[in-house]
């Protein structure tokens, strides 16, 4: 029992495609999360929205587009994607910054 | 910027045996957090410590994090293959939603 739901859990596109990643919370927090984690690096957080807004981009590249149309959904556009962007995408929220994280299952993303 | 390393990267038990596993930071913590992640899966919350000195306990896995608020340890007692997985720990060091993590711990739990 997660309480954060990621959709898709696989994904496999090829660089040029364009597609989105959805995440959905039911915990009722106001901060929701993407991060990105890759084989032997640390977690690395990409995006934090605060009551729908963004309130941290973590240097992320472009070619990935967050959107939060609620404080309960959280989308991550993608497009043009490279090579070294394959790597399980999780996303996480939190009822304020002092409080622990909730994680979905992450989805793993493979570019072609 | 804060750092967090753990160590050991990696880790294989005997089933029965008591580990740990450790969070060391660059900066003092004002709150730290320890998951449980299992292979391509989310992580999960196992515990929260914000005070020097604070020690925290469920089931067999207890969390402490020293006075200086610098270095936090995770005890298993008694392993079992259900505590097979990687074991991170996590902060925000400015109160500001910015989380780190550490590399992580993987464990292996012989039966």
């Known amino acids: 029992e997660t309480g954060v739901t990621q959709t898709p859990r696989h994904l496999v596109m090829g660089m040029t495609n364009k597609k989105s990643l959805k995440c959905e919370q039911h915990?009722?927090?106001?901060?929701m999360y993407w991060y990105k984690q890759s084989a032997k690096k640390p977690l690395e957080l990409m995006f934090v929205y605060n009551f729908k807004e963004q309130t941290e981009n973590n240097s992320v590249p472009s070619r990935f587009s967050p959107e939060c149309p609620n404080s309960s959904h959280l989308f991550l556009h993608l497009h043009t994607l490279q090579p070294e962007d394959s790597a399980l995408y999780l996303c996480?929220?939190?009822?304020?910054?002092?409080?622990?994280?909730?994680f979905g299952d992450g989805t793993r993303l493979s570019i072609l | 910027s804060q750092e967090l390393e753990q160590s050991p990267q990696s880790l294989i038990v005997q089933e029965g045996k008591n580990l740990t596993i450790n969070c060391t930071s660059s900066?003092?913590?004002?709150?730290l957090y320890w998951y449980k992640q299992k292979y391509g899966e989310g992580l999960i919350f196992l515990m929260m410590l914000q005070k020097g000195g604070e020690e925290k306990s469920h089931e067999k896995i207890t969390a402490k994090l020293d006075e200086k608020k610098q270095q936090s340890s995770l005890h298993i007692t008694a392993s079992q293959p259900s505590h097979a997985g990687i074991y991170l720990c996590g902060a925000d060091p400015s109160g500001t939603y910015k989380y780190i993590f550490g590399t992580g711990t993987r464990l292996k739990v012989l039966a």
């Open positions: 915990l009722g927090h106001n901060a």
């Open positions: 996480a929220s939190s009822q304020g910054g002092d409080q622990p994280q909730h």
């Open positions: 900066k003092t913590l004002y709150g």
